[in-house]
Nanobody, 124 residues
Framework: QVQLVESGGGLVQAGDSLRLSCAAS????????MGWFCQAPGKEREFVAA????????RYADSVKGRFTISRDNAKNMAYLQMNSLKPEDTAVYYC?????????????????WGPGTQVTVSS
């Protein structure tokens, strides 16, 4: 039973940075793989990034490699997405996700827990 709440979204200009946060309820947070997904208007939800339980392994979508960094702080029950060099095409609602299956997190399939999302809008 994991409850997730995202924060940190907003309206920025192209080239700016944002740091999204995902606060998780205290329910063995360190046991879960964490992921970030995005969904633009009229589009399907897409994978952005994932991180394993102890921050030893990460995975990124090709579109964000070199620009975004996923991290977590298990002591604070938090996951983060540092977003640099933002582009208008990054505009979307961003969701954090938690699952005990690595494959689920990197594919978005059968995710156990989703946050409600936070809006990121990048103007050109």
């Amino acid at each position: 039973q994991v409850q997730l709440v995202e924060s940190g979204g907003g309206l920025v200009q192209a080239g700016d940075s944002l740091r999204l946060s995902c606060a998780a309820s205290r329910n063995s947070f360190s046991r879960y793989y964490m992921g970030w997904f995005c969904q633009a208007p009229g589009k399907e939800r897409e994978f952005v990034a994932a991180i394993n339980s102890n921050s030893g392994s990460t995975r990124y979508a090709d579109s964000v490699k070199g620009r975004f960094t996923i991290s977590r702080d298990n002591a604070k029950n938090m996951a983060y997405l540092q977003m640099n060099s933002l582009k208008p095409e990054d505009t979307a609602v961003y969701y954090c996700a938690a699952d005990l299956s690595w494959r689920d997190v990197i594919t978005g399939q059968d995710i156990n827990y989703w946050g409600p999302g936070t809006q990121v809008t990048v103007s050109s």
